[in-house]
């Protein structure tokens, strides 16, 4: 499997503001109303298990063309609930989650999913690729190493819901063979309109 190398560069940006109230964040409110973070188990129960609409994503849906585009629906000091919207050919970086845990839900279209390993040797290496569709679960543990995207050949387009705990504030991106990460991207200075 191999992803179109165009899409190198990581900008989070958010292409249009969100209502702020829709059945999805009061959804996601009454979850984080238990005030305490949730661990990997529970984000991915629960994801799994939140009745989705059209009519729920509809107001989080826009796609950019350069790279994917990411809708925040709901943030709380314990977790943070997302929405990409991906092109055929966009995908991440190679990265980690820099100590939250994330579980995906696919929406709708094909999500490709790369995971990697430490070697102490090699440094940084391929471990597996999986494919997911959609109705399909993901979940990244800590320290997991991974890249994810819409591959070329899918010919649509993809939605994905992220849910995060606690809630992104960097990735470390990392390349084949390097033995520490290469980079690391902030994202607490991205702030959409909700």
Known sequence: ???????????????SAQPAASALRTQAEQFAARGRRPDLPEITSWLQQLPLTAADLRPYIG?????????RVFRSEQFELLLLCWRPGQRTPIHDHNGSYGVIRVCS??????MFTMDERRGLVYQTAREWTGGCITG??????????????????LITLHLYAP??????VYKLGS???????NLNSWNPTI
């Not at 950019?64 to 809708?71: I, Q, V």
């Not at 990244?140 to 387009?157: C, E, K, R, T, Y």
């Not at 809630?167 to 470390?172: R, T, V, Y």
């Open 63 to 71: 796609f950019k063309a350069g790279t994917y585009a990411r809708h």
């Open 179 to 185: 033995t520490e990460s290469t980079s690391t991207i």
């Open 140 to 157: 990244a543990d800590i320290p997991d190493i991974h890249q994810i995207g819409n591959p070329d050949v899918s010919g649509q387009d």
């Open 1 to 15: 499997m191999s992803m179109s190398d165009a899409q190198t560069n990581y900008t989070p940006t958010v292409i």
């Open 167 to 172: 809630p992104l504030g960097s990735l470390n």
């Open 109 to 114: 279209g094909i999500l490709w999913e790369t």
